[in-house]
Each structure stands twice: as structure tokens, then as C-alpha cells.
């Protein structure tokens, strides 16, 4: 019932920008926390962003603060993520998440968008 599908990842240069989008195919979307989250070769998942049901308290990562920001469409049922001034370290695998009210952890996931930034 919950299906989340990244878009608009790809390879750039570092100081290059994308905007990824993740889009649900659910009735509820306006109801989640959406977050973005990233995980490079040889290392764990991280967290990227997150966003509020109703667009409020966006917070981010230390290591993407004033360089991604991240939004959401409600009425389309999607959450971006803008990428500015990339980085060879910004390299990794994309995905996006939902939180379900009331929920401690994020629990729906989608497949995953690679970026990758070359020097």
C-alpha cells in the first residue's frame, strides 16, 4: 500500500547540484515524517534530512547543513531533496523514508537513487 520511488539521481561534478524526489503512491503521505538517507561503499546508513507532516522543522545532518535542503509536496505526494555544491563524499546510494504517526523509527523505504560526484 506504501510504496516510495526515488528519482533524479545521476553523476555530476563536485560543485554541480541535484534534486532528488520521492514520490508515494499512499493516501496517508501528509500524515508522515519523511526523511532522505544515504549510504556509501563500505559504510553504514546515515541519515540525511527530515521533514515534518506539515513541512515544519526541517533538520539535516551536520555534514550536508547549508548545502541540502529538503521539501515536500503534499498535494503531489512528494518529498525533495535539494543538493547544492556536491561533493566527491556525497557519493552514495539515496534513499527515501517515511515515519508513520506515532511511530519511534522509519519503516517504509524506497529502492534507492545513486549520486555520484567526481572531483
Known amino acids: 500500500q506504501v510504496q516510495l520511488v526515488e528519482s533524479g539521481g545521476g553523476s555530476v561534478q563536485a560543485g554541480d547540484s541535484l534534486r532528488l524526489s520521492c514520490t508515494d503512491s499512499?493516501?496517508?503521505?501528509?500524515?508522515?515524517?519523511m526523511g532522505w538517507f544515504r549510504q556509501a561503499p563500505g559504510k553504514e546508513r546515515e541519515f540525511v534530512a527530515g521533514?515534518?507532516?506539515?513541512?515544519?522543522?526541517?533538520y539535516y545532518a551536520d555534514s550536508v547543513k547549508g548545502r541540502f535542503t529538503i521539501s515536500r509536496d503534499n498535494v503531489k505526494n512528494t518529498v525533495y531533496l535539494q543538493m547544492n555544491s556536491l561533493k566527491p563524499e556525497d557519493t552514495a546510494v539515496y534513499y527515501c523514508?517515511?515515519?508513520?504517526?506515532?511511530?519511534?523509527?522509519?519503516?517504509?523505504w524506497g529502492q534507492g537513487t545513486q549520486v555520484t560526484v567526481s572531483s
Open positions: 499512499g493516501r496517508t503521505f501528509s500524515t508522515y515524517t
Open positions: 521533514i515534518r507532516w506539515n513541512g515544519g522543522n526541517p
Open positions: 523514508a517515511a515515519r508513520m504517526p506515532r511511530a519511534e523509527k522509519y519503516d517504509f
